[in-house]
């Protein structure tokens, strides 16, 4: 279902019985989405543990420098995309709450919300800052994997710096490992952003 569809839909007067069992099923295909968001962290999972059992092995056997500095760019990398998938999931995961509220409030349903969801606009706005700037981090479940595929980064690098520092490339890794931290810490902000502006342009279909 699209943007587009939805805001067709939830325009109209949800008193027709009509238009109010069609909301009705969005509501559910968007509480199912929910639901399905949370679950795509763990289908990146399965390549993780290869990576890092890689990386393991790299550390562990005499491989030559150009062989090791390639294998831990793959590891960082591999790491660094779950840190954007993570934050993008998040996000995602946030307009669909956002789309969730809007359709909850025209069905005037809003009572029964979650006591933790936001319900008005001024609401998501308020929750996803940090210190006035927008940020958008992802639901708890997500958040832990976002969490750990950065520790990752960070236990890479290090073990490279304590391991490996006359590696040919040494430098290379590190400050790749570093930038991608900085990304990945300073990405809910991009978000955020992208977040407000949708609420600001839902704002005042409540």
Same mark, same amino acid.
């Given at each position: ?6 805001? &067709? ?5 949800? *008193? ?12 559910? !295909? ?12 763990f ?5 993780l ?6 990386? =393991? ?5 005499? %491989?030559d420098?150009?062989?090791? @500095? $390639?294998? *831990?760019?793959?590891? +960082?990398?591999?790491?660094f @995309?779950?840190?954007?998938? &993570?934050? &993008? ?17 025209r ?6 919300? !979650? ?5 008005t #606009?001024?609401? /998501?706005?308020s929750?996803?800052k940090?210190?006035?700037? #927008? ?5 708890? =479940?997500?958040?832990?994997?976002? =969490?750990a595929?950065? %520790?990752?980064?960070?236990? $890479?690098?290090?073990?490279? &710096?304590? !391991? ?6 040494f430098? /290379? %890794?590190? +400050?790749?490992?570093? @930038?991608s931290?900085?990304?990945? !810490? ?21």
């Amino acid at each position: 279902m699209t943007k587009q569809n939805v805001d &067709s839909v939830v325009s109209k007067s949800c *008193t027709n019985p009509t238009v109010k069992t069609t909301a009705e099923n969005m509501h559910k !295909l968007f509480l199912e989405a929910l639901r399905h968001r949370e679950q795509e962290i763990f289908q990146y999972l399965a390549l993780l543990a290869p990576a890092l059992g890689g990386f =393991i092995w790299l550390i562990h056997k005499k %491989v030559d420098d150009d062989l090791f @500095v $390639v294998g *831990t760019l793959s590891v +960082i990398f591999l790491l660094f @995309v779950g840190v954007i998938y &993570s934050l &993008s999931l998040g996000y995602n995961y946030r307009y669909l709450t956002l789309q969730l509220a809007k359709l909850e409030a025209r069905l005037e349903v809003t009572d029964f919300m !979650l006591t933790g969801w936001p319900r008005t #606009p001024e609401e /998501f706005l308020s929750r996803y800052k940090f210190m006035s700037i #927008p940020w958008c981090t992802p639901p708890e =479940i997500i958040k832990i994997f976002w =969490i750990a595929f950065m %520790v990752g980064i960070v236990g $890479v690098t290090d073990a490279v &710096s304590l !391991l490996k520092p006359d590696v040919k490339g040494f430098y /290379f %890794v590190v +400050i790749t490992g570093i @930038v991608s931290i900085i990304i990945g !810490l300073i990405s809910p902000i991009y978000y955020g952003v992208k977040l407000s502006k949708k609420i600001d342009l839902e704002g005042d279909k409540f």
